[in-house]
T-cell receptor
Framework: GIQVEQSPPDLILQEGANSTLRCNFSDSVNNLQWFHQNPWGQLINLFYIPSGTKQNGRLSATTVATERYSLLYISSSQTTDSGVYFCAPQGWRNAGNMLTFGGGTRLMVKP | EAGVTQFPSHSVIEKGQTVTLRCDPISGHDNLYWYRRVMGKEIKFLLHFVKESKQDESGMPNNRFLAERTGGTYSTLKVQPAELEDSGVYFC?????????????FGPGTRLTVL
């Protein structure tokens, strides 16, 4: 199956700083989702982004499917951005549409 | 619009007992998925329903796990008998459409502890 690597595994930021999270995957994908897992464990949808660039407020994401990576940008970080960020592509070989999750990036934003 | 709901939020059982988890998908979503995260590991796919049919159950760990989706609405995941290594968080997700690559929305999860 598809392999997913996220970096960095841990990140500490001062409030107001910017950051870039990276997701590398080993095979062609039909879809890719980014999630934020909040302190209560809920997986919050951030982006559905098989290719191209999308923006939502202070967050944006870019997927370059041909080079097998996706980036999540967080600008002007806030303490509420803390949590774990997961990348989850859907490999095109998967007829069942399952998502394959990376190990996540644990982000802590300090006030 | 209500999101994906799961019940119970927490369950603590003894090894060898049976537990049944329930998931109610977003109304109108034909696709329903189960995933789980056991301690120290990544979130892993278990199975996928399209309406009441199992589309892909390649992630089910063994025959102690039984998933059903009668009538194509809510789904249950039964673990019988539970083992210590089954402890973790069980997530349910749903998406709209059949056979296409749609955005999946996740429930809050059920935290299962097997003692």
């Amino acid at each position: 199956g598809i392999q997913v690597e996220q970096s960095p595994p841990d990140l500490i930021l001062q409030e107001g700083a910017n950051s870039t999270l990276r997701c590398n995957f080993s095979d062609s994908v039909n879809n890719l989702q980014w999630f934020h897992q909040n302190p209560w464990g809920q997986l919050i949808n951030l982006f559905y982004i098989p290719s191209g660039t999308k923006q939502n407020g202070r967050l944006s994401a870019t997927t370059v499917a041909t080079e097998r990576y996706s980036l999540l940008y967080i600008s002007s970080s806030q303490t509420t951005d803390s949590g774990v960020y997961f990348c989850a592509p859907q490999g095109w070989r998967n007829a069942g549409n399952m998502l394959t999750f990376g190990g996540g990036t644990r982000l802590m934003v300090k006030p | 619009e209500a999101g994906v709901t799961q019940f119970p939020s927490h369950s603590v059982i003894e090894k060898g007992q049976t537990v049944t988890l329930r998931c109610d998908p977003i109304s109108g979503h034909d696709n329903l998925y189960w995933y789980r995260r056991v301690m120290g590991k990544e979130i892993k796919f278990l199975l996928h329903f399209v309406k009441e049919s199992k589309q892909d159950e390649s992630g089910m760990p063994n025959n102690r796990f039984l998933a059903e989706r009668t009538g194509g609405t809510y789904s249950t995941l039964k673990v019988q008998p539970a083992e210590l290594e089954d402890s973790g968080v069980y997530f349910c997700a749903s998406s709209y459409g059949r056979g296409t690559y749609n955005e999946q929305f996740f429930g809050p999860g059920t935290r299962l502890t097997v003692l």
